[in-house]
């Protein structure tokens, strides 16, 4: 149980275009997702928390403007990075927390996708 | 300013000797600590974690220990095996169910 994924794994697009990447959780409702993005050797840092039926709350230094996230459904949220450019490329990574908890675990625990490898050129 | 800190980025053991990976944090504020394993292009997988009111955690061959007085705490993999071979991330987590991340330890694992 507690499985995310994403979609797409990888893609390439032309500068000035936009991207959406989405985020499932697939066996369990999800009120708070969490976006991160990951460069090369580095930690993953968060970029903004989507909660479900509201809008997202942005970590200091996102463009939330160029970075727009909805969470629509308990077990969906996008972000569209918008008007992209080279330096977004970059890993993009989604988690989700488990509403219900899971029996002995920590309500911070954090269920995360597979990622995708964004590419601008 | 870096809340979490992993100050090795790289640790190489033999195979059946202990792992032992180090974190630090610099916020008394946090309640829970999390390690996570992830391989290359992939996300992060949950490994253990532990609560800031105790000192240790168990579970099969990974084993948590936190000092809260120092803000330190530490992952033993024991006996390590090469399949342990991956990045692992230390995160803290706080009242706002947010999570913060070091930058990882490049654990290899030699057969």
């Known amino acids: 149980g507690a499985v995310v994924s994403q979609h797409p794994s990888w893609v390439i697009c032309k500068s000035g275009t936009s991207v959406k990447i989405e985020c499932r959780s697939l066996?369990?409702?999800?009120?708070?997702m969490f976006w991160y993005r990951q460069f090369p050797k580095q930690s993953l840092m968060l970029m903004a928390t989507?909660?479900?039926?509201?809008?997202?709350?942005?970590e200091q230094g996102v463009e939330k403007d160029k970075f727009l996230i909805n969470h629509a459904s308990l077990t969906l949220s996008t972000l569209t990075v918008t008007s992209a450019h080279p330096e977004d490329s970059s890993f993009y990574i989604c988690?989700?927390?488990?509403?219900?908890?899971?029996?002995?675990?920590?309500?911070?625990?954090?269920?995360f996708g597979p990622g995708t490898r964004l590419t601008v050129t | 300013d870096q809340q979490v800190k992993q100050n090795s980025p790289s640790l190489s053991v033999q195979e059946g000797r202990i792992s032992i990976l180090n974190c630090d944090y610099t916020?008394?504020?946090?309640?829970?600590f999390l390690w996570y394993k992830k391989y290359p292009a992939e996300g992060p997988t949950f490994l253990i974690s532990?609560?800031?009111?105790?000192d240790k955690n168990e579970d099969g061959r990974f084993t948590v220990f936190l000092n809260k007085s120092a803000k330190h705490l530490s992952l033993h993999i024991v006996p390590s095996q090469p399949g342990d071979s991956a990045v692992y991330f230390c995160?803290?987590?706080?009242?706002?169910?947010?999570?913060?991340f070091g930058k990882g330890t490049l654990l290899t694992v030699n057969p």
């Open positions: 988690s989700a927390r488990n509403d219900q908890g899971t029996s002995g675990r920590t309500i911070y625990e954090q269920y």
């Open positions: 066996d369990f409702q999800a009120t708070t």
């Open positions: 989507s909660n479900e039926g509201s809008k997202a709350t942005y």
């Open positions: 916020n008394s504020m946090f309640d829970y």
């Open positions: 532990i609560s800031s009111i105790k």
């Open positions: 995160a803290a987590g706080g009242s706002n169910y947010k999570l913060t």
